[in-house]
């Protein structure tokens, strides 16, 4: 049952620090999608106090800056999936995102959320990884910027303080001749996240690729970063020889799993295979579109 | 805090832990929001927070301060003025069919009780400030409301697109609806209704609704009918889409108390000890009851008594989902408190997990009588001699998954004891008079002194049959002397109710080369779970259905019905038909392909014509509309496909995905039959002010039945459907109707009202003709008039003058079925079957083994189309019924222990699982049926399942022989292939 006594909505980052750090039962809530879940269905310890974000206008940004965009942790995904930059710098993140539930969950549930309940295959946050976005933390003692894979310290465990709280997503911009991607496969049957998914980043340089990421879940206890695989690739023109490589080195570095009902960990090697092809080769193909038009007329198949 | 609620200012201050979904329906009244799931997973609950479509049930209520909410009940008054948006037009398919305007809602006392009727204008005033939406009128005008409990989600989410959009696509309005569940599935009618809303709010014309064409049997006289078969909305259709209808979650009565249920949680074990005493003290605990404080019976059942109420200290506990205590407290917090309290010890038994192990002779003994619930035999001609004369013998087990109604709308039942010592039910159930029996046996009560007040149902599909929380709340309320309210959540309802059977057929099949079949043995186990509840007559069905709609020399079925440690199955919307076709269709394309003859070629060969004789002995006498069916799905088919439908295509541009057709056919039995009396009462009634009622027990569970027993009356006065009422599901002011289960409501009850109807109007001709001496013959009823001697009379003039003689304008009428035969006595075991054929179009991705449904082409005889749009949503439901049947849905019960208990791990067809459909109702009809009617409701979804999976092999080679299809498994045998 949810059983919180105490219901905040601060309006600004100070006072939510300011509540997290003089209630030792307080924890921070965005969208609820994953978090109110957990409380209702009895799989997460009660909490007394929920400190809501939703309301504090320093998370709710999304700017264009130089060098990367600013995507506040607590806008509501499908604001994120509207926004045409990232569409156009950040593909991956668009698809990744657009996918994520339907459009009322989009509405509220967001990506500090989707990174901070640190499931190892998260749609949004293997986005995030391959796309190198930084995340800017407000903590008690102030702010302070590190990556992604900071945040985590094990399926669905955080190593983010209580009191710690994601401001903002700082993701690269891709620049003309890099592109990403994002692709899934899910089951028909049973909960509806990915039982493989991955992202790639790359750039391309003439008839090479001149440096890559790629991101994988669930391929270990957090999100994965497949860098031997990207390092099979790096400087590599793309061909069926340099994929086949590419592939072994990825099934050689990531750990696959069977989960019951789920996936056989035979599957999961078998999908993560196609997936890299897949996702690779549809990057690869946007490098050399024009993304801001083509940014329009993505869509995204539910 | 404060909020705007539909425009209106309110001050609340938000309670701990609690959901905006709460604070609307229970604080402020408004409970047009439903609640599906609580877990984010069904949008019954979506409302518009400013302007964005949101889950309130995981919405904290806290965070609406300052915020705008637009609920369901919002929408009616958003219309901004009259006469913005064209009105649509009268619709009128066949040319005798007039579509009424849609119509405005008036006032209209409705109590508690479930009356449908079309509401007349009465309060202009009233009417003028009150106009539906377009989108709520589109609704309606396309049958996209059946049991309605989806539809304000629906209507909220539509609208929050509409704002935003205009002119969305089709792709696009799936994409919004993505995750709006309806259990109902008329999802092509919704999205339909969405296009022409959007339509009028752009100043065009609304579409016309889709029905599916009919298509009538070739040299059958067509009797003239004025309404049947004509388009009509369904009486409660305005409640509906406005909010205002209301479920027994519904409601609330003054000093209600809350219940809750202590489940075992272990699937097998004795009761050792249980300690209520902690919570019987905690504060605002009214009554705590274990299995000692049952007055009457302790066991309930609905064919057989073997379920226990509630399981006593040293008794067995025979499934997770079994009940040790009932707790009855002031909130319901505070019941779920009491629930921690309570201490139960076990001593854990060995779990038995399946039918095979069950019938093995050393697996612990569940019930008195052993594990076997019944030994099914079906016995034709001579087996030895059927395989000796066949050419080809194939041979192949399949098997079926358990899977779960899930209903929108979880179990809610309220008793209420009233001042004269009675007891009053609140609930929708499909059994009423069942209900009735089983919580007057349980307070050790008479029947009468049980009132079941039958409430909307949200969907029901055969789980809403088996007692749920009827008998636990009238315990509590027994106990307490107050009313109590018992609503399941979604996890217990998954946990409880009975389910589909899984069953393992093996089926032995022999022919000539020619493709006449000579023999067909199957051998099925069906797993009845803990409890009997209908499981002996699902799988009776499962079991005489278990050749296929042919006619085959010599037949043998075994069927052992086997209880075991899961949770009990029963009644489902194709009642075993549903998996003895997955198994016999499955190995006709098997048959067909080894004997290189065309699919649908094989079913023509083979398939029941009139004259046939079934593998129970029975002889089809009329009505039999398969090869029609057969033929309609084949010209579809290759208009679409050309002659190779059944060939493998790839996709251009994607060689990794495969297309292909498949194709299945099906009967299904109309009505109980196998000799088991068969019969239903309904009263029709002409009131003063014009109306007629009609009145039966039988269940309105979004089928529609409501609309046919409305235009049944109307066709017999000769009126138009808004001048009868229909009140049903009461056990005080409705007669028996019998179950509503089998598909036999439109043919039973269609029958029992048609003939109360042609009573009453006997009996007020034969008045009138006294009363102004001419012949009765001679006297009409037309346009709810009474004609006599070139007078009219108006039909409420009618009541006058009859009640003024002392009479009652008032006739009732016991309707009998058809005599029919026990099975293994030869002789008509049934007194009508509907047919089927069905073609499915998939498209398999050979890298990843992802399966799409494409379409589905559907042809199925119903007798006679009384209600084409009623029958739209049939189809359309059936079919996506099918499709979770043979991709999503998948009960999984591991050693006794439920998994799949949360709707997110119980994934139900959304609409993005929608294929493209095209139906045809055929009319075969029955003689003794009203108008030639008999049983839709099962049929639609039967062959589905068949066509898909037959498609998947022609597509990729790969053989489904285990529901649902499993992608991994489909990746691993083309790699092996
Ligand atoms: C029907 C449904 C479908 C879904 N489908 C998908 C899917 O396809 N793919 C997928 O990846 N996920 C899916 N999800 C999961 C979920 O929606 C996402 O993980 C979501 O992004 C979580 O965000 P939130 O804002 O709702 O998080 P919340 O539930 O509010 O919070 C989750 C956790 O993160 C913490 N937290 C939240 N924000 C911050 C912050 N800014 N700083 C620090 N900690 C924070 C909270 O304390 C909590 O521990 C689905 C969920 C539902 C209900
Ligand atoms: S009740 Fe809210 S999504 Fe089901
Ligand atoms: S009408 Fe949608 S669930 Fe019944």
Redesign the interface.
């Known amino acids: ?5 105490s ?1 905040y ?1 601060p309006q600004t980052l100070a006072e939510a620090l300011a509540i997290l750090q003089t209630d030792p039962h307080s924890k921070v ?1 965005a969208g ?2 994953d978090l ?2 957990e409380l ?2 009895g799989r997460h310890a009660p909490v007394r106090t ?1 400190v ?1 974000l ?1 309301a504090i206008a320093e998370l709710q940004k999304l700017e264009q800056r130089k060098e990367a965009l600013w995507i506040g942790a607590a806008v509501p995904l ?1 604001r994120v999936v509207a926004w045409q930059p990232t569409r156009q710098f950040a593909t991956a993140l668009f698809e990744a995102a657009s996918l994520i ?5 989009r ?2 549930a967001t990506l500090g959320g989707n990174v901070a309940h640190a499931l190892p295959a998260a749609d949004g946050a293997i986005a995030l990884l391959a796309l190198d976005a930084q995340v800017i933390l407000a903590t008690p003692e102030g702010q302070r910027v590190q990556p992604l894979l900071a945040c985590y310290a094990g399926p669905g465990k955080t190593a983010l303080q209580r009191t710690e709280i994601i401001v903002a997503f700082l993701v690269p911009l891709s620049q003309s001749g890099e592109a990403s991607a994002f692709r899934r ?8 996240i990915a039982i493989q998914n991955l992202g790639v980043w790359l750039r391309r340089e003439d008839d090479c690729i001149g440096d890559i990421r790629i991101a994988i879940g669930p391929a270990g206890p957090v999100p994965f970063r497949a860098h031997q695989t990207e390092e099979a690739l790096r400087g590599k023109p793309l061909t069926e020889e340099t994929l086949d490589e590419a592939e072994k080195a990825l099934l050689a570095e990531a750990r696959f799993r069977t989960s019951p ?1 789920r ?2 960990a035979e ?1 999961r090697v ?2 993560a295979g ?1 997936l890299l092809r897949q996702t690779l080769q549809t990057a690869w193909q946007r490098t050399q579109m024009d993304l801001e038009k083509e940014a329009v007329s993505l ?1 995204v198949k ?1 | 805090m404060e909020l705007i609620v539909n425009g209106n200012r309110v001050e609340v201050e ?1 309670q ?2 609690e ?1 905006l979904a709460h604070l609307l329906r229970e604080r402020l009244g408004l409970t047009g929001t439903k609640i599906g799931c ?3 997973e069904c ?1 019954a609950c ?1 409302v518009l927070i400013d302007g ?4 309130s049930c ?3 209520a ?2 609406a ?1 300052g915020k705008s909410v637009l609920t369901i009940e919002g929408l009616a008054f958003s219309r901004p003025s009259d006469g913005e948006y064209p009105h649509p037009l009268p619709f009128s398919q066949k040319e005798r069919g007039e579509y009424p305007h849609p119509l405005p809602l008036s006032q209209r006392e409705r109590g508690e009780k479930a009356s449908f009727s079309t509401p007349l204008p009465q309060n202009k005033e009233y009417e003028r400030e009150f106009s539906l939406h377009p989108l709520q009128e589109e609704f309606i005008r396309h049958g996209a409301v059946q049991c309605g409990f989806c539809i304000p989600g629906q209507i909220m ?1 539509a609208y ?1 697109l509409l704002q935003n959009n205009p002119n969305p696509s089709e ?1 696009e309005i ?3 609806l ?3 569940l309806c259990r109902c599935a008329g999802y092509p009618s919704i999205v339909r209704a969405v296009q022409s809303a959007a339509r009028r709010l752009r100043g065009e014309e609304p579409l016309p609704p889709l029905v599916a064409p009919v298509v009538s049997e070739q040299g059958k006289p067509q009797p003239s009918l004025q309404v049947i078969g004509t388009l009509q909305p369904r009486p409660d259709a305005v409640e509906k889409v406005s909010g205002t209808a209301k479920f027994t979650d519904d409601l609330k009565f003054p000093g209600m108390l809350h219940a809750r249920v202590k489940r075992a949680m272990v699937p097998h074990a004795i009761l050792k000890r249980l300690d209520v005493e902690k919570a019987r003290a905690l504060p605002g605990v009214a009554a705590v009851l274990t299995a000692a404080d049952i007055p009457g019976e302790k066991n309930h059942g609905l064919v057989i008594f073997d379920w226990p109420i509630m399981v006593g200290i040293g008794e067995r506990v025979r499934y997770v989902g079994d009940a040790v205590a009932i707790v009855a407290a002031e909130t319901r ?1 505070i019941a ?1 408190q009491a629930l921690d309290l309570i201490e139960a010890e076990y001593e854990p038994l060995e779990v038995v997990a399946d039918p095979v192990r069950a019938r093995q002779p050393d697996a612990p003994q569940l019930h008195p009588n052993g594990n076997l619930l019944k030994h099914i035999k079906v016995r034709k001609g001579d087996m030895e001699q059927g395989f000796a004369e066949a050419e080809v013998i194939l041979e192949h087990t399949f098997h079926t998954a358990i899977t779960d109604h899930a209903f929108m709308e979880p179990e809610c039942s309220i008793a209420r004891p009233t001042e004269d010592g009675r007891m009053e039910i609140y609930v929708g159930s499909q059994i009423p008079y069942a209900d009735r029996n089983q919580v007057a046996r349980a307070l050790g009560w008479p029947d009468e002194r049980v009132h079941i007040v039958g409430q909307l149902m949200g969907g029901g599909f055969g789980g809403k049959e088996d007692i749920a929380g009827q008998i636990h709340a009238a315990l509590l309320a027994h106990a307490t002397g107050r009313p109590v309210k018992l609503l399941f959540d979604r ?1 217990e309802s998954l946990l409880v109710h009975p389910k589909r059977h899984a069953t393992q057929i093996r089926v032995k099949m022999g022919a000539k080369r020619n493709g006449r079949l000579t023999a067909v043995e199957t051998e099925l186990y069906g797993d009845t779970g803990a409890y009997a509840s209908l499981g002996e007559k699902v799988l009776t069905r499962a079991t005489t259905h278990s050749s296929g709609p042919y006619e085959v020399p010599h037949a043998r079925a075994d069927c052992y019905a086997m209880y075991t440690n899961n949770p009990p199955a029963g009644a489902f919307r194709g009642f075993g038909v549903t998996q003895s076709a997955f198994a016999i269709e499955s190995m006709m394309d098997m048959l067909a392909h080894t004997l290189r003859i065309d699919p649908i070629e094989l079913r023509r060969i083979n398939a029941l014509r009139v004259g046939s004789v079934t593998n129970t002995g029975q002889v089809l006498r009329e009505s039999v509309g398969l090869l029609d069916c057969i033929d309609i799905v084949a010209q579809e088919l290759k208009q679409r496909a050309g002659d190779h439908p059944f060939t493998p295509r790839v996709v251009e541009g994607q060689p990794h995905l495969r297309r292909a057709w498949g194709f299945a056919v099906a009967y299904k039995n109309t009505g109980l039959g196998g000799g088991a009396p068969d019969k239903a009462s309904a009263e029709v009634e002409l009131f003063e002010n014009g109306l007629l009622e009609v009145r039966t027990s039988s269940a309105e569970l979004g089928q529609g039945l409501v609309t046919v027993l409305q235009m049944i009356v109307a066709e017999e006065f000769a009126l138009q459907p808004e001048g009868v009422r229909v009140l049903v599901m009461d056990t005080d002011l409705t007669p028996d109707g019998g179950p509503t289960t089998a598909s036999r409501q439109t043919f039973m009850t269609g029958n029992a009202a048609r003939y109360a109807a042609q009573s009453l109007r006997q009996a007020l001709a034969a008045s009138l003709a006294e009363k102004f001496d001419v012949a009765p013959e001679r006297i009409r009823f037309v346009e709810g008039l009474a004609q006599v001697n070139g007078h009219s009379l108006p039909l409420g003039e009618v009541a006058k003058i009859i009640r003024q003689e002392g009479r009652l304008p008032k006739a009732s009428y016991e309707y009998w079925a058809p005599k029919t035969q026990p099975l293994g006595t030869g002789g008509d075991m049934h007194f009508a079957f509907s047919f089927a054929a069905q073609a499915a179009e998939v498209e398999v991705n050979i ?2 083994g ?2 799409s449904v494409l379409e589905v082409i559907s042809a199925i005889d119903v007798g006679k189309a009384i209600n084409p749009l009623g029958l739209q949503g049939q189809f359309e439901g059936g079919i996506m019924m099918g499709i979770g049947n043979a ?4 009960f ?1 019960v591991e050693n006794g222990i439920v ?2 208990d ?1 709707l ?4 139900m067809p959304s609409i ?2 929608t294929p493209k459909i095209t139906a045809y109702a055929v009319e075969h009809p029955v003689e003794a049926g009203p108008y030639g009617a008999k049983g839709v409701g099962e049929i639609v979804s039967i062959p589905t399942t068949p066509a898909i999976t037959n498609a998947i092999y022609n597509a990729v080679g790969v053989r489904i022989d285990r529901l ?1 299809v499993d ?2 498994v489909i ?2 045998e083309i790699a092996h292939a």
């Open positions: 049952m949810s059983t919180w006594t219901y909505l809530i609820g999608t109110l879940l209702q269905q929920l809501d939703s499908n539930g339907g459009p009322q969950v509405n509220v496969v899910m089951r028909p049957q049973g909960v509806a009902h996936a056989t599957y078998h999908l196609i869509s539910g | 938000p701990h832990g959901m609580e877990e984010a949008g979506t964005v479509p949101v889950l995981t919405y904290p806290a965070r301060a989410t929050a792709a799936r994409q919004a993505k995750d709006t917090q779920t996890h890298l990843t992802e399966v991709i999503t849905e998948h999984i998994f799949t949360r997110a791990r119980y994934r993005m699982l649902p992608q991994e990746v691993r």
